[in-house]
């Protein structure tokens, strides 16, 4: 998923959307010059931390004369543009210089960064260094870090972002200002997609339910046909999966674990994905099909929910869970995703 896709729209003074709890503090902040000189933001994928990451980029160094940030000076425009040569973005995907897959920030690559903050910045009025998924950060590369934060430089600016930030080591954290990012209500997401991508009631509905509060995930869905392709196929393997014998469930949860390496998140999106159906077969279980995420899908649920069991799908819901967690707390991916497909319930 593109994270840099909703952070485009040119002219608008902040692109964050529904963390005003943040929003109004780091403005206070801004205005009374005390912006802390590392940040750690925490919160579920999707939910705005890197758009407000940036958002905050351009805060320091746009050079507009009006509120900041503008949006159009140079400085913001290349800082949206990514092409902006004091701030820099480093994550598992982005650290993979020689295009093998890693599960991990190294140790070379935040060097290689840092040493930025040892420097003037180069065409800007502060470097900003975003480290996207820190609780990937290796141990060597986290010491590293935690040097650079006790001794922080003057117009430097380190932005941590986590989707678990019980990974970090608390010698960091503690060098940091914390903020929780929320995920949004589906009543937001489904007025931002009507207002400003103008996306039919029905459909930003649908996405709105199905985005588990992730308005990166809505705005790429409804922006780009691919993702609810993606989606039909993850489904379709999911039933295939189901009614598939033992060699087929391991082929396919190799082939789930060796895409974890290149795309944590994706493969994560799967499972979410697992869970929320088995969630609407359970509730259609109870007769209350209200309360369905995938209404789009209604009658393939209804056909799988007559030949399951109750309890088997109930207690996959929870096997998921855990293999989610186990997944965020670096078990083996193969070995939780097999465990799970162990327990994956049978379609009679
Ligand atoms: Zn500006």
């Given at each position: 998923?593109?994270?840099?896709?909703?952070?485009?729209?040119?002219?608008?003074?902040?692109?964050?959307?529904?963390?005003?709890?943040?929003?109004?503090?780091?403005?206070a902040?801004?205005?009374?010059?005390?912006?802390?000189?590392?940040?750690?933001?925490?919160?579920?994928?999707?939910?705005?931390?890197?758009?407000?990451?940036?958002?905050?980029?351009?805060?320091?160094?746009?050079?507009?004369?009006?509120?900041?940030?503008?949006?159009?000076?140079?400085?913001?425009?290349?800082?949206?543009?990514?092409?902006?040569?004091?701030?820099?973005?480093?994550g598992?995907?982005?650290?993979?210089?020689?295009?093998?897959?890693?599960?991990?920030?190294?140790?070379?690559?935040?060097?290689?960064?840092?040493?930025?903050?040892?420097?003037?910045?180069?065409?800007?009025?502060?470097?900003?260094?975003?480290?996207?998924?820190?609780?990937?950060?290796?141990?060597?590369?986290?010491?590293?870090?935690?040097?650079?934060?006790?001794?922080?430089?003057?117009?430097?600016?380190?932005?941590?972002?986590?989707?678990?930030?019980?990974?970090?080591?608390?010698?960091?954290?503690?060098?940091?200002?914390?903020?929780?990012?929320?995920?949004?209500?589906?009543?937001?997401?489904?007025?931002?997609?009507?207002d400003?991508?103008?996306?039919?009631?029905?459909?930003?509905?649908?996405?709105?339910?199905?985005?588990?509060?992730?308005?990166?995930?809505?705005?790429?869905?409804?922006?780009?046909?691919d993702?609810?392709?993606?989606?039909?196929?993850?489904?379709?393997?999911?039933?295939?999966?189901?009614?598939?014998?033992?060699?087929?469930?391991?082929?396919?949860?190799?082939?789930?674990?060796s895409?974890?390496?290149?795309?944590?998140?994706?493969?994560?999106?799967?499972?979410?994905?697992?869970?929320?159906?088995?969630r609407?077969?359970?509730?259609?279980?109870?007769?209350?099909?209200?309360?369905?995420?995938?209404?789009?899908?209604?009658?393939?649920?209804?056909?799988q929910?007559?030949?399951?069991?109750?309890?088997?799908?109930?207690?996959?819901?929870?096997?998921?869970?855990?293999?989610?967690?186990?997944?965020?707390?670096?078990?083996?991916?193969?070995?939780?995703?097999?465990?799970?497909?162990?327990?994956?319930?049978?379609?009679?």
């Amino acid at each position: 998923m593109n994270l840099f896709v909703y952070c485009t729209r040119e002219g608008v003074l902040w692109l964050i959307h529904g963390q005003d709890h943040i929003l109004t503090q780091i403005k206070a902040s801004l205005s009374a010059n005390r912006l802390a000189h590392a940040y750690l933001f925490c919160g579920p994928s999707g939910v705005g931390k890197m758009c407000f990451a940036m958002d905050l980029a351009k805060a320091v160094n746009c050079v507009s004369d009006m509120e900041q940030p503008c949006g159009l000076c140079e400085q913001c425009v290349r800082i949206a543009s990514k092409n902006h040569s004091d701030v820099r973005v480093l994550g598992v995907q982005n650290s993979d210089n020689d295009s093998r897959s890693r599960t991990v920030i190294g140790i070379d690559d935040v060097k290689e960064v840092l040493h930025k903050t040892n420097l003037k910045p180069f065409e800007g009025k502060c470097t900003v260094i975003v480290f996207d998924g820190a609780e990937n950060l290796s141990t060597e590369a986290s010491n590293a870090l935690l040097k650079t934060l006790e001794e922080p430089a003057p117009q430097v600016l380190i932005i941590l972002l986590t989707n678990n930030d019980a990974n970090i080591l608390d010698t960091i954290r503690s060098r940091c200002r914390s903020y929780t990012f929320n995920v949004l209500p589906k009543e937001l997401i489904t007025k931002i997609l009507i207002d400003e991508y103008s996306c039919n009631s029905e459909n930003s509905e649908l996405i709105a339910r199905l985005s588990r509060g992730s308005i990166g995930w809505a705005i790429s869905a409804a922006t780009n046909p691919d993702v609810l392709k993606q989606r039909d196929a993850d489904l379709n393997h999911l039933q295939q999966t189901m009614e598939a014998g033992l060699v087929e469930k391991f082929d396919y949860v190799s082939e789930l674990a060796s895409e974890f390496g290149r795309n944590r998140d994706g493969v994560k999106d799967v499972l979410y994905l697992w869970r929320t159906w088995c969630r609407d077969l359970i509730i259609l279980n109870m007769s209350s099909e209200e309360h369905v995420i995938n209404s789009d899908k209604i009658t393939m649920l209804k056909d799988q929910e007559s030949n399951m069991n109750f309890r088997d799908i109930s207690s996959f819901v929870g096997v998921v869970d855990r293999t989610i967690y186990a997944l965020d707390h670096n078990v083996n991916p193969r070995l939780a995703l097999e465990n799970m497909i162990l327990n994956m319930p049978k379609v009679r």
